[in-house]
């Protein structure tokens, strides 16, 4: 069971990690860009669109997380504490508190997003999305490593 909701979850990170990624440039790329070019369709896709999908792909990411949290700690914590795989773990500790601050931060993402239209908000929709961004990857990238070394499957 644990390993279907660890590829469940993987699975959900990766439609994040896609969306947010594209959010992100969407919203920071100049809007003049050669129409043909690979970056000039990319950015035509409307930024806004994406809102509602990592709002709610970030929610369920975090909740399958906090389901194999308890695995975690309990099967895999003890076995790299043992192995003295402190930097990993200190780095899962950290991913923990910014996947924390994400969640804090999704409410404010939401509103801004609401009216993308309303320019008194487009920096702080850029921001939001650009720190949304940096939690998703760093969160992904840490999982990643941390399931590299020592996995549920192991």
């Given amino acids: 069971m644990t390993t279907a ?6 699975l959900v990170a990766v439609a994040l990690l896609g969306a947010v ?13 050669p129409p043909g070019s690979f970056l000039g369709r990319f950015r035509a896709v409307p930024a ?5 999908a990592v709002a709610l792909l970030y929610g369920f990411s975090a909740i399958l997380g906090a ?7 309990v099967d895999i914590r003890p ?20 996947v924390a601050i994400g969640l804090a931060l999704l409410p404010a993402y939401c509103v801004c997003w609401r009216q993308p239209a309303a320019d008194a908000l487009a920096r702080t929709r850029a921001a939001l999305t650009l720190i949304l961004a940096f939690i998703v990857w760093l969160s992904f990238l840490v999982g990643h490593v941390t399931n590299n070394i020592r996995g549920f499957a192991s």
């Fill in 79 to 98: 076995v790299l504490e043992n192995s003295g795989h402190w930097g990993t773990l200190g780095l899962f500790d950290i991913k923990e508190h910014f």
């Fill in 48 to 52: 806004d669109r994406f809102a509602g």
């Fill in 5 to 10: 909701l660890l590829i469940a979850h993987g």
């Fill in 21 to 33: 990624t594209h959010q992100v440039l969407a919203t920071w790329l100049p809007a003049r860009m």
């Fill in 67 to 73: 389901i194999l949290y308890v695995s975690f700690r």
